[in-house]
């Protein structure tokens, strides 16, 4: 954003920040809230809407990520957890200077005192040694915003891991609805907050009409009153800076927006919502739902675990159909039943990788903690967990433990629900030492030549590339991925440099008709 240079505004870095809670004090939240969700609009294809809520230059109207004038919605997503926490003016109307919230010049000036405040804070906390660091934050901030949540793969996948069994049954006990009237309710209250940022509860439900006694239970996951909302974000910005203990930076505090993406506030006749970044509803509805699954304890946990592992081998071969995809295989080791890993690729016979699977996914601490492995320590020794039970098996192969043929070169990947190294090869190898002890502790006949280089996948990146690659495409981008070059890469980006494009993507397999009934019928009378 430079929209203040533009206006030959100087913004001096260490007042920017109280310049801009000041901005934020002094306006209503129902005004700002719906200033946001007009600029959000403005920059994803619903300009119409937005010009009733906001007046703005032509060049505003843009989806482009490279222009001057692009606000981006991680930074409307601070600017609302900031508003959250700043306590609201109490002096008499006369004496507040309140935002113009019809102007975008607004927005602008507030992205651009955001953006200096967060350069001023960086000033002493980014360094050459921990830059890494700090790019594993950036991205965990920003690159799930761009992948987005509105998506198939996205919805399917989450459905088939925790919709199902004892998953969906907890989720359904708990919460008076199954999962698929919980998304059923936060696809149709995102797509009526897609037209207007304000609506009443939602009664005339139309075609989704059905489910009219389930809307009540879903607004209670998704929706809080501001006042509610204010208090508990502030609590969970508390309790991680006591857990951190110091103040957390602007840009990386919690959002509650990603617990109860709408906010309710009370008039003088029925209470109103509104959603100023919308896809978050669907963001609740399909990934959020691990946090609510782990509190149904460990079978539960299990379960949904069983199940993303299923879903990696199904993935695997409904898109790369010439592999062999085989599950783990049990056999005795010392006495003890040991399994192979999760998933193993097999061509001709042979093996030419093996996968495990960790379905844990990050915590707050483990994306944007400056020392991730301390803060998170029970999930990245899970990741570490992964390796060593990879490199147990090639030893027990080649000790011929256990009945397989490997591929000299086939690689060791560790599949995960997020992406847990993303962009820093420090916490890649802080893992990959944590898993070196385990061996000398555990089972110090692993060899350093079973010891091979582990590659790191979230599983939306390893259907991003099944879709994007032959079975061989796969392979060679896995195998290069160990070279020293493409430390820190994600694997994505390695496959695309060291294997031709195909012709055509390929068509994502599966359809979220499976479990929703109306998907196929509202696909129907789309087309």
């Keep these: 954003m430079t929209w203040g240079e533009h206006q030959g505004e100087r913004i001096d870095p260490e007042t920017a920040l109280p310049n801009l809670l000041r901005m934020l004090f002094d306006t209503d939240d129902a005004d700002t809230l719906t200033m946001l969700w007009a600029v ?23 989806s482009s990520m490279d222009s001057p004038f692009a606000v981006f919605p ?53 360094t050459v040694e921990n830059v890494l660091r700090e790019m594993h934050r950036i991205a965990h901030r920003t690159f799930a915003w761009q992948r987005g949540w509105a998506n198939v793969p996205e919805t399917y996948r989450s459905l088939f891991i925790y919709s199902q069994g004892l998953s969906g049954r907890y989720f359904e006990e708990t919460y008076g609805l199954s999962i698929v009237d919980f998304y059923t309710v936060a696809f149709l209250y995102m797509s009526v907050f897609f037209q207007k940022p304000w609506t009443t509860a939602v009664n005339d439900l139309g075609f989704f009409n059905d489910i009219r006694d389930k809307v009540r239970p879903a607004e209670r996951l998704l929706a809080a009153d501001n006042l509610d909302a204010r208090r508990e974000s502030l609590n969970l910005l508390r309790r991680y800076e006591k857990s951190a203990g110091k103040r957390l930076p602007i840009i990386y505090r919690p959002s509650y927006l990603r617990m109860r993406p709408m906010l309710q506030f009370t008039t003088e006749g029925e209470p109103v919502f509104i959603a100023p970044l919308p896809t978050l509803l669907l963001h609740r509805a399909t990934v959020g739902l691990y946090y609510d699954i782990i509190k149904g304890g460990t079978q539960v946990r299990n379960d949904a675990g069983a199940r993303f592992e299923e879903y990696c081998r199904k993935s695997i071969k409904a898109h790369c159909p010439a592999f062999e995809v085989s599950p783990p295989v049990k056999y005795k080791f010392k006495g003890n039943s040991v399994e192979t890993p999760d998933v193993i690729l097999k061509l001709d016979g042979q093996v030419v990788a093996v996968m495990e699977c960790k379905a844990s996914k990050l915590t707050f601490e483990a994306q944007y903690a400056e020392n991730p492995i301390e803060d998170a320590q029970d999930g990245y020794v899970q990741i570490a967990k992964a390796i060593f039970q990879m490199w147990r098996f090639f030893s027990h192969v080649r000790r011929q433990m256990v009945d397989f043929v490997i591929a000299e070169d086939a690689p060791a990947v560790v599949l995960t629900l997020d992406a847990w190294t993303l962009m820093s090869s420090d916490l890649r190898n802080a893992v990959i030492a944590e898993a070196r002890r385990m061996v000398a502790e555990k089972e110090p006949e692993i060899i350093e030549e079973d010891q091979r280089p582990p590659v790191f996948c979230p599983l939306h990146e390893l259907d991003h590339l099944l879709l994007v690659s032959s079975e061989q495409d796969l392979l060679d981008g896995m195998k290069a991925a160990i070279r020293p070059e493409y430390d820190g890469w994600a694997l994505l980006n390695v496959r695309e440099t060291v294997a031709d494009r195909l012709p055509r993507q390929k068509r994502y397999a599966f359809d979220p008709a499976e479990f929703i009934g109306w998907w196929g019928e509202l696909s129907k009378r789309d087309r």
């Design 40 to 62: 959000h609009a403005l920059q994803n294809d619903r300009s119409e809407a937005a010009a009733k809520h906001l007046n703005f230059p032509p060049q505003a109207h843009t």
């Design 74 to 126: 991680w930074d409307i997503e601070t600017l609302i957890t900031l508003m959250s926490n700043t306590p609201k003016s109490v002096s008499p109307p006369w004496l507040r200077q309140p935002m113009n919230v019809r102007e975008f010049n607004t927005v602008a000036t507030l992205i651009n005192f955001l953006r200096a405040a967060d350069e001023y804070e960086a000033g002493d906390r980014v």
